[in-house]
């Protein structure tokens, strides 16, 4: 052990000599940087000589000015002993710290024995007379006596010297080797510094998280740092009320005390808490489905559209009679509002991965990881039902739609239309027709981005300077989209086309009385056989939905090619070329690929059928001169007649020739009715395009089918010349035409009868019958009339 100038061998200033044991002594020294206690040799008095100069120790002394302590910039001038200041360990010296206990110089030199112990120090009388780390005292020799403990502390403090500048100056060695000081200065051998200890846990009797091994190789130490004991107590408790705390106090602060053969470190880290999974049979319902009559209010019916969080309400104005569309979601308080919004920004922040590839559960499950990782990382405690909660709004934020997310969960919506700001939300039901919902954007900002975000996922750009945008939805929806108040005074504006995402089948349409068993398998024969159609009607009244569900009665292996503005068709044939329009890269129109384009692409691709989503261009005339060179053609037209199809084709910007229109073999029109008050759609008119007359230019035509609104029946008329063509193309009879509608009739009856509805079941099943007929009828007729 090195020698300290000044200080007589066997002196024990600043340290507690023990007679417990075999004469051992224990060093004590109390901070708040705990460290390791270090035990003497056995029988080695506790002792620091003098004979070795303090060049070589890392400190701050007078005789060392290169590195100058604490004490060096508290000292004062030298004053008699019983008058000295003391500044206190570790602050620099404020008024507080220079209080003075003037004790009476006999009690100087044997110890006040008036002293008893306290748990962090003695008190003398009812004052405190020393306590961790404010200590007070009235000489230096004074203020170390307190320290010392054991049947000899007297005798070990009458071993104290009487020379304070040597006392002094070990003080200030003692605190430079076991605290940084004020300046935070640099460790002065390059090596690895003591892991930091937070102040305020207790780390008596613990292990270092460095092997003792290692200390031999350090630089040498005064003392070193696995030979001190720490007592250390809370900051925030007052110095003359400390206690220790128990060990439950500190689980409950979110640290393990039961590891006894760790580390304190390891001791010391935070325990992880099991997360509990939301269960609806366990925490109950996130949302409240009960409902608080009102006046004039009377609730129609409650379904649920994303369960367990979200839920339809239907509510009836008994006064206005109008319906409302209650959207029924778990309610969040403003905290938990708060702690949504924080989270959500730090997921812009830090979450950045590729969904593409993805399906929506894969998606989901990294963000709702993502999200937990975040709350655990922050220490926020948080009950499943609030957890679950706040991850439903994540989900809704970043891969749903948002506000409206339950809207599009609902499949008896049709059409979803924002006006603007601070204007409810209206859709299309059903059953209950348009109808205003209890939703409604109240932030402009908010509505920007929402439209801004629907735009980017369409895999297009919205902007001030092209605020007008039409795009195709990830499931296939169709929106309309308006950014800010350039264009529309109310703000931003979207309406929403909702398509399902499985296409409309030829069995839904004769389960909504769209189409009759035979008029159906009429267009089955006509399609199969290569005659061209266009459907016809308003709008919604289901013109690009009959379109897609006839497409499936083309052959399985026919080369097939789809033209659109918007995404609409969705067709399960393996050769299918699916094109789309695509919008120029300036505003000279570089770049453009409108439907004329796409359909001189297409007529170079040997296509047996062209389906075009709808018609009101100069494509037009392509189309017309597709047909006319022997191309199976089908699309749709705004238009109500047979009359109107002629006059919209014939006039600009279609301008397609009237010599040109007898091309055309099938114009079906659609319409949207009510009957018995409910609005529906139904095929209105079949009629044949034959010819045009030679003397009159009028196109000779032929009613095959027609809807009757009074009884709600499509009836078939009695004469078609498409049977008649298909007759003489196949060397049919009139019993042969009549059997083969009989038996298709019976098979797209048999598929409604036993519920077969998805368009991959009812596509497989009519191209199983376009290859056997005969086994798909026998199977179909044992089943059928076995059932009747």
């Known amino acids: 052990m090195q020698e300290t100038k000044g200080i007589p061998q066997g002196s024990q200033t600043g340290m507690a000599a023990s007679t417990e044991g075999k004469g051992s002594a224990t060093p004590v020294l109390q901070d708040e940087h705990p460290v390791t206690p270090w035990q003497p040799d056995e029988g080695s008095p506790v002792s620091i000589p003098d004979s070795q100069p303090h060049d070589q120790f890392p400190i701050k002394t007078k005789n060392n000015p290169e590195r100058r302590g604490i004490f060096s910039y508290l000292r004062r001038k030298k004053k008699p002993a019983s008058e000295k200041k003391i500044p206190l360990i570790g602050d620099e010296g404020t008024s507080d710290r ?450 897609n569900a006839i497409s499936l009665f083309m052959p399985p292996l026919a080369k097939i090619i789809t033209l659109e503005d918007t995404r609409e068709l969705k067709l399960p044939h393996a050769n299918w070329i699916p094109s789309v329009t695509r919008d120029s890269f300036d505003t000279g129109g570089r770049g453009e690929i409108d439907l004329y384009e796409l359909l001189r692409a297409a007529l170079r691709q040997r296509p047996e059928y062209l389906l075009v989503g709808e018609v009101r261009g100069r494509e037009a005339l392509t189309l017309f001169q597709a047909m006319s060179t022997g191309h199976i053609t089908y699309s749709t037209i705004h238009a109500d007649s047979v009359a109107s199809v002629v006059h919209r084709l014939e006039n600009p910007p279609m301008n397609v020739p009237r010599n040109m229109l007898s091309a055309l073999n099938l114009v079906s029109i659609q319409v949207q009715a009510r009957v018995g008050g409910q609005r529906i759609r139904r095929n209105k008119q079949i009629i044949e395009i034959l010819d045009i007359d030679p003397r009159t230019n009028e196109l000779i035509t032929n009613e095959v089918f027609r809807w009757k609104p009074s009884t709600d029946e499509i009836s078939y008329l009695g004469k078609s010349y498409i049977l008649e063509d298909i007759m003489e193309e196949r060397g049919w009879d009139d019993t042969r035409i009549q059997e083969e509608l009989k038996r298709r009739q019976e098979v797209l009856e048999w598929m409604r009868i036993r519920k077969i509805r998805h368009y991959h079941e009812v596509s497989a099943i009519l191209m199983d019958y376009f290859r056997n007929p005969d086994d798909v009828i026998i199977r179909v007729r044992k089943e059928l009339y076995e059932q009747l």
């Open 98 to 547: 220079e209080e003075i206990y003037h004790l009476p110089q006999e009690e100087k030199k044997s110890g006040p024995a008036s002293l008893k112990e306290v748990p962090y120090g003695y008190e003398r009388d009812s004052e405190p007379y020393a306590t961790h780390p404010v200590i007070k005292s009235g000489t230096i020799r004074d203020r170390f006596f307190p320290f010392f403990s054991g049947p000899n502390r007297e005798t070990a403090h009458n071993d104290i010297p009487e020379d304070n500048d040597s006392l002094e100056e070990l003080v200030e060695e003692l605190f430079a080797s076991t605290h940084e000081d004020g300046e935070k200065r640099d460790h002065p051998y390059d090596t690895e510094p003591l892991p930091y200890r937070s102040p305020g846990f207790e780390g008596d009797k613990q292990p270092l998280p460095i092997d003792r091994e290692d200390l031999h190789h350090k630089p040498p130490h005064p003392i070193p740092l696995q030979d001190v004991v720490i007592t250390t107590a809370s900051p925030t408790i007052a110095a003359g009320n400390r206690t220790e705390p128990s060990v439950k106090q500190r689980e409950d602060a979110g640290f393990d005390a039961s590891k006894k053969n760790t580390s304190i470190l390891q001791r010391l880290s935070p325990k992880k808490r099991l997360r509990e999974d939301y269960d609806p049979a366990i925490h109950g319902s996130l949302v409240d489905l009960g409902f608080i009559p009102t006046a004039g209010i009377e609730e129609v019916e409650t379904y649920p559209v994303h369960p367990p969080y979200a839920y339809i309400r239907i509510l009836y104005d008994v006064i206005s009679h109008e319906y409302t569309y209650q959207v029924i979601e778990p309610p969040i308080t403003k905290g938990e509002e708060e702690l949504y919004t924080e989270i959500k920004h730090r997921l812009f922040e830090s979450l950045d991965i590729s969904t593409r590839g993805l399906s929506r559960e894969e998606t989901q499950s990294l963000l709702r990881e993502a999200s937990r990782k975040i709350i655990e990382d922050y220490d926020i405690h948080l009950s499943p039902v609030e957890e679950e909660k706040i991850l439903y709004r994540m989900d809704c934020e970043f891969i749903g739609d948002g506000l409206i997310d339950a809207i599009m969960h609902d499949p008896f919506i049709e059409d979803i239309s924002c006006d603007g700001l601070n204007t409810p939300i209206f859709v299309y039901h059903t059953r209950y027709e348009s109808m205003k919902t209890t939703l409604c954007y109240t932030d402009s900002a908010d509505l920007d981005s929402f439209v801004t975000k629907l735009a980017q996922r369409a895999g297009k750009y919205i902007s001030i300077a092209e605020p007008i945008l039409d795009a195709t939805m990830s499931d296939g929806s169709r929106i309309q989209m308006t950014l800010g108040t350039e264009v529309t005074a109310h703000g931003s504006t979207f309406t929403i086309r909702k398509f399902r995402e499985e296409p409309i089948t030829p069995t839904d349409l004769i389960e909504w009385k769209t189409f009759s068993p035979l008029s159906i398998a009429f267009l089955w024969l006509a399609v199969e056989s290569g005659k061209s159609c266009l459907f016809a009607g308003g709008t919604a009244s289901g013109k690009t939905t009959s379109l």
